[in-house]
C-alpha cells in the first residue's frame, strides 16, 4: 500500500506559479511510477505529467510542455510538480497517484490516489 498526501494548491492570478507536493510512504519502491492528474469542473480527469522513479524519465501532457515541471526527491519520497505561466484553464483539482509499474497517461492504470488540492487560475 502507498499512502499519498498533497500539498501545495491555492489561487493565482494568470502568469503566475505555484508548486505542487505529493509526498508517498508505506510500500515505497525504486520501479514505481507517479504522475500528475486533473479534473476542471464538468470534465473528465486527464493526464498532466508523470515520472518514473528509477532514472526519473518524464512525461508530459502538450497542454503543459513548456510551463509545468514534475521532478522527485528521492530521499524525502516526495514528487513535485512546478507549474508556471499558469492560465485559467490550469484550473482543477490536480491530484497525484502512484503505480509499480512504468508510467502511463491513463489515470485507469495508477493504483493509489491522493485526495486532491485545488488550483485556481484567475484572469
Known amino acids: 500500500q502507498v499512502q499519498l498526501v498533497e500539498s501545495g494548491g491555492g489561487l493565482v492570478q494568470a502568469g503566475g506559479s505555484l508548486r505542487l507536493s505529493c509526498a508517498a510512504s508505506g510500500r515505497t519502491s525504486s520501479r514505481y511510477a507517479m504522475g500528475w492528474f486533473r479534473q476542471a469542473p464538468g470534465k473528465e480527469r486527464e493526464f498532466v505529467a508523470a515520472i518514473f522513479w528509477s532514472g526519473g524519465s518524464t512525461n508530459y501532457a502538450d497542454s503543459v510542455k513548456g510551463r509545468f515541471t514534475i521532478s522527485r526527491d528521492m530521499a524525502k519520497n516526495t514528487v513535485y510538480l512546478q507549474m508556471n505561466s499558469l492560465k485559467p484553464e490550469d484550473t482543477a483539482v490536480y491530484s497525484c497517484?502512484?503505480?509499480?509499474?512504468?508510467?502511463?497517461?491513463?489515470?485507469?492504470?495508477?493504483?493509489?490516489w491522493g485526495q486532491g488540492t485545488q488550483v485556481t487560475v484567475s484572469s
Open positions: 497517484a502512484a503505480r509499480y509499474a512504468y508510467y502511463s497517461t491513463s489515470d485507469s492504470d495508477y493504483n493509489y
